[in-house]
């Protein structure tokens, strides 16, 4: 007796499961840009100081990064569609969380919850669509599922801007939870259940290791442009970092089913491109969160035109990376990828030629150098670096890979919002002009230019507003140059150390896993 079949699904309802995973996906990425063009009115509003500032879009990327290779792993054991609906719930409910946050605390607190909502998400795509659609229809949806996931990073800012200029700032948040809703209906319907499949132990002490060394590190980081290196607080959290990290190693090398197989850091060409992707985040995406509040509070453009300023660099690199099937197959895949890199360091260098006196047309050149840079470099990373592992340790570089863009954004902006803490309270000691240089640049850093300026006496204001420009102008330039130097040596490194090969074909690619542009 023959077992019935489920026919295939036709039309439009075939489609369903995409549209599921697509609305998640260009969820949990509008999230990492959607939140740079409204921190300068989450800080009018909630008081907030600088270092909150930084907290509040660093935490989302750290907790994506720390919990990626774990919650991959969990993902394999419970299923992949369980652990997606996992992961809409917390997100929604932590965007929930942070539209209704009293206070920098809370917000900070739901980003995090954001992050691990976002982490089970994120692990989760990609098998999602390979067990919903075969052949060619498989094509088509990460075809479409790529598409959805660079648009995001254009809408984001635009977006963001809309909703903080017509309502506020906390409906960038609200706005997920009908997007989640959705998701999660069409999910329970059209998204068939996977088993899960037990491998052994978590690795519940390595995740913890890397965990602290990562909270630790960053901590430290951000920490270092308020309290100064020599803080107590600073160096504690900075050796936590370092013990941490040898837990980690120690943990890795001794356990029987590990996040990372240490054996994979002895492949240079795996350890370059790994890197490549730390660096490429930290180069190209993390200044963005200090040029919005530059372009806000000092320029006084608008939420909205503030994203649209912005966006050259995500349609550039949206346009490249349609195209670089054809304009780089022929190549092997290290060219393209270091190429792109040098682009992006090249376009940060580009913007160090701010000034007192810029609009925001002075970063335009640089942001399109930028993302043409990114489009060239971010298609081919991901299957260049798993194309140099064997198959069966092809899941845990893609988290490898994966973490070290999350941990490269989440550094980026704790580095180098540390280089514009202090070239601001460097610059406004020096000039002489304010009683208490650390408050004022706090409190310029934290986007209230305008109310330290409109504080002072009428007499005094022009002088000061200057002033205001002007540090702006000395922070940003280093800034950008840190990051421009990060991009060139991300660049060489990857020219240097990645073995030249011939240029993967599509039918000799892993299927990638999912790529974020900062979350991406």
Not at 59 to 73: D, K, N, P, S, T
Not at 169 to 180: D, E, K, Y
Not at 445 to 455: M, T
Request: hydrophobic residues 55%.
């Amino acid at each position: 007796m023959n077992t019935p079949t489920t026919p295939p699904e036709t039309g439009v309802r075939k489609w369903i499961p995409l549209a599921a995973i697509c609305l998640g996906t260009f969820m949990l990425l509008v999230d990492v840009s959607i939140v740079n063009v409204a921190l300068p009115a989450m800080a009018d509003d909630l008081h907030s100081s600088f270092t909150s500032l930084q907290w509040v879009v660093d935490m989302y990327a750290l907790v994506l990064a720390a919990l990626l290779m774990l919650v991959g792993a969990l993902g394999d054991r419970l299923g992949h569609r369980r652990l997606y609906l996992i992961g809409l719930l917390v997100f929604a409910a932590a965007s929930l969380a942070c539209g209704l946050a009293p206070n920098a605390g809370t917000l900070i607190a739901a980003r995090a919850a954001q992050g691990l909502g976002g982490a089970a998400m994120l692990t989760s795509t990609t098998s999602l669509l390979n067990a919903a659609y075969q052949g060619r229809d498989r094509g088509t949806a990460f075809g479409v599922w790529g598409a959805v996931s660079g648009g995001a990073a254009a809408l984001g800012p635009v977006l963001g801007g809309l909703l903080t200029e017509q309502f506020n700032w906390r409906a960038i948040f609200m706005v997920n939870l009908p997007v989640a809703a959705l998701a999660l209906v069409m999910t329970l319907r059209r998204l068939r259940a996977d088993q899960g499949r037990a491998r052994g132990r978590l690795d519940h002490l390595g995740a913890l290791a890397f965990t602290v060394f990562a909270g630790a590190l960053v901590y430290g980081l951000i920490e270092s442009g308020d309290r100064g290196w020599g803080s107590g607080t600073v160096l504690t959290a900075l050796a936590v970092a370092v013990l941490a990290l040898l837990a980690f190693l120690l943990v890795e090398r001794s356990t029987e089913h590990p996040l990372l197989d240490l054996a994979l850091l002895r492949n240079r060409s795996f350890v370059g491109l790994t890197t490549a992707a730390l660096l490429l985040n930290a180069a190209a995406f993390a200044h963005l969160t200090y040029t919005s509040i530059w372009l806000q509070s000092v320029l006084g453009l608008s939420p909205v035109q503030a994203g649209l300023t912005v966006c050259p660099l995500a349609l550039a690199s949206l346009l490249v990376a349609l195209n670089s099937g054809r304009l780089f197959h022929r190549m092997a895949p290290q060219l393209p990828i270091g190429i792109g890199l040098l682009l992006v360091g090249a376009g940060a260098l580009l913007m160090t030629t701010v000034s007192a006196a810029s609009g925001w047309a002075s970063v335009l050149p640089g942001l399109i150098v930028t993302g043409l840079g990114v489009g060239t470099a971010t298609p081919i990373m991901m299957s260049a670096a798993l194309g140099t592992v064997p198959r069966d340790r092809v899941g845990m570089a893609s988290g490898a890979v994966n973490t070290g863009r999350q941990l490269g954004y989440a550094l980026g902006i704790a580095v180098l919002g540390t280089v514009f803490a202090d070239r601001l309270q460097t610059y406004v000691a020096a000039s002489g002009r304010v009683a208490d240089p650390h408050a004022a640049a706090s409190a310029l850093g934290g986007g209230r230019a305008g109310a330290l300026v409109a504080a002072a006496p009428e007499q005094q204001r022009a002088g000061l507003e200057h002033l205001v420009h002007a540090a702006f102008a000395t922070g940003l330039d280093r800034v950008y140059l840190v990051a421009g130097l990060t991009g060139l040596t991300a660049g060489l490194l990857v020219l240097t150390l990645v073995r030249r090969g011939p240029a993967p074909t599509q039918e000799s690619r892993p299927t990638p896993k999912p790529q974020t542009a900062a979350v991406r």
